[in-house]
């Protein structure tokens, strides 16, 4: 069993910047591809960006050039920097960790972020 804790959003003007953590529970970091999702009111939740236990990260193309996923293995922390965010990026962030890619995974409770113009 993994548990996840997000933190570190809140309410920023645009063109601002965030810096969301993931902690996790456990010895099993290290094998956890791990992904930052997010829902906006409305919409479906849609991947944000992944990183896989070998370090290889993809992002959606929203958010190429803006946000950076890393993790830090002996830490137990996933991280996304989100960088000239946008009122578009407005949305409950969650953090996702899966041993396969194709599994469910286990989800985190998810923060807010909220973008003013």
């Known amino acids: 069993q993994v548990q996840l804790v997000e933190s570190g959003g809140g309410l920023v003007q645009a063109g601002g910047s965030l810096r969301l953590s993931c902690a996790a529970s456990g010895s099993v970091f290290r094998i956890l591809n791990l992904g930052w999702h997010r829902q906006a009111p409305g919409k479906q939740r849609e991947l944000v960006a992944a990183?896989?236990?070998?370090?290889?990260?993809n992002y959606a193309d929203s958010v190429k050039g803006r946000f950076t996923i890393s993790r830090d293995n002996a830490e137990n922390t996933v991280y996304l920097q989100m960088n000239s965010l946008a009122p578009e990026d407005t949305a409950v962030y969650y953090c996702?960790?899966?041993?396969?890619?194709?599994?469910?995974?286990?989800w985190g409770q998810g923060t807010q972020v909220t973008v003013s113009s």
């Open positions: 996702n960790a899966k041993f396969r890619a194709y599994e469910y995974g286990y």
């Open positions: 990183i896989t236990t070998s370090g290889s990260t």
